[in-house]
């Protein structure tokens, strides 16, 4: 499926940037949220169950987000340098398509930030 969405061979090598900090985001994920509930009271009830349920949503809405994002300025900037070396005029479209998939992430973060803000 990568190899169809961006042309060329898609290697571990390339898959492993988008999956460490994937990884990174899971560790600390699981640390903030054991300590969370940890600090909250020893036994969990519900208030600590909502605490945590958005902890968990606001992380993947960064998360995702983030991981959406790069694949969307990946795939806008390596395709329109190639069209800028033919067309010089086009430098403009590639900043305009890579400034929107930056707001992917910046979407996923106020997402979060208004998920935490109601916890």
Not at 7 to 27: A, D, E, K, N, Q
Not at 32 to 48: D, F, R
Not at 90 to 116: C, P, R, S
């Amino acid at each position: 499926m990568l190899n169809r969405m961006f042309g060329r061979r898609f290697t571990f090598g390339r898959s492993l940037i988008f999956l460490v900090p994937l990884i990174i985001s899971i560790i600390t994920f699981a640390a903030l949220a054991s300590s969370t509930l940890a600090a909250v009271e020893p036994q969990p009830t519900e208030a600590a169950g909502a605490k945590l349920y958005g902890l968990i949503a606001a992380s993947l809405a960064v998360g995702l987000s983030g991981l959406g994002a790069g694949i969307a300025i990946f795939g806008s900037t390596s395709a329109g340098m190639a069209a800028t070396v033919e067309r010089p005029e086009l430098t403009t479209w590639v900043l305009i398509f890579a400034g929107l998939g930056e707001g992917l992430a910046i979407y996923g973060l106020v997402v979060a930030i208004m998920i935490l803000g109601k916890i």
